[in-house]
T-cell receptor, first 114, second 110 residues
Framework: DSGVTQTPKHLITATGQRVTLRCSPR?????VYWYQQSLDQGLQFLIQ???????AKGNILERFSAQQFPDLHSELNLSSLELGDSALYFC?????????????FGPGTRLTVT | EDQVTQSPEALRLQEGESSSLNCSYT??????LFWYRQDPGKGPEFLFT???AGEEKEKERLKATLTKKESFLHITAPKPEDSATYLC???????????FGAGTTVTVRA
């Protein structure tokens, strides 16, 4: 158990809908990262927050957005969902916002868009 | 752009048969190279961080090494519970994200 929690574990929804994925980092970790894992793309970085502020962005679609709250939990919002958005979404956390620190991953949310 | 290539894609081993996994990388200024283990449907589990060429780290039957262009994960006398996908990732010195390879899926038969 990494100490990172994610809810829900599974999510099934229809195209065009909007969903929210939630992540709580390990105790004491200030950085939260979101990754998408699909069969054809592997693990891809989406976005990072550090202590409530956006720190870095990857290939995140404009339909996707995220935020980190004062209690440090984070939410990833996915809207206008398409079949291709079906994937595992992982949250990871690290102690610091600077490079070089290992990231600890949560159990993931499996999103299925039908 | 950072590139990480892992080989082989899949590895089938007999219990006790030692082997090595390769991770070749291209990155502009390596800040760290990370190894993770991932079981099906689960989140990646952190194994090691390597920071500079020549560095080695060990944990039970696993040993990771680093050169300027690649890293190896050696599995010594593996057991069936070592079956998993092993992921390699790099982080550039001026970047926050991890760039992952596609992974090597290891199957250890009893």
């Amino acid at each position: 158990d990494s100490g990172v929690t994610q809810t829900p574990k599974h999510l099934i929804t229809a195209t065009g809908q909007r969903v929210t994925l939630r992540c709580s980092p390990r105790s004491g970790d200030l950085s939260v990262y979101w990754y998408q894992q699909s069969l054809d793309q592997g693990l891809q970085f989406l976005i990072q927050y550090y202590n409530g502020e956006e720190r870095a962005k990857g290939n995140i679609l404009e339909r996707f957005s995220a935020q980190q709250f004062p209690d440090l939990h984070s939410e990833l919002n996915l809207s206008s969902l398409e079949l291709g958005d079906s994937a595992l979404y992982f949250c990871a956390s690290s102690r610091s916002g600077t490079p070089g620190y290992e990231q600890y991953f949560g159990p993931g949310t499996r999103l299925t868009v039908t | 752009e950072d590139q990480v290539t892992q080989s082989p894609e899949a590895l089938r081993l007999q219990e006790g048969e030692s082997s090595s996994l390769n991770c070749s990388y291209t990155v502009s200024g390596l800040r760290g190279l990370f190894w993770y283990r991932q079981d099906p449907g689960k989140g990646p589990e952190f194994l090691f961080t390597l920071y500079s060429a020549g560095e080695e780290k060990e944990k039970e039957r696993l040993k990771a090494t680093l050169t300027k262009k690649e890293s190896f994960l050696h599995i010594t006398a593996p057991k069936p519970e070592d079956s998993a996908t092993y992921l390699c990732a790099v982080q550039a010195s001026n970047d926050y994200k991890l760039s992952f390879g596609a992974g090597t899926t290891v199957t250890v038969r009893a």
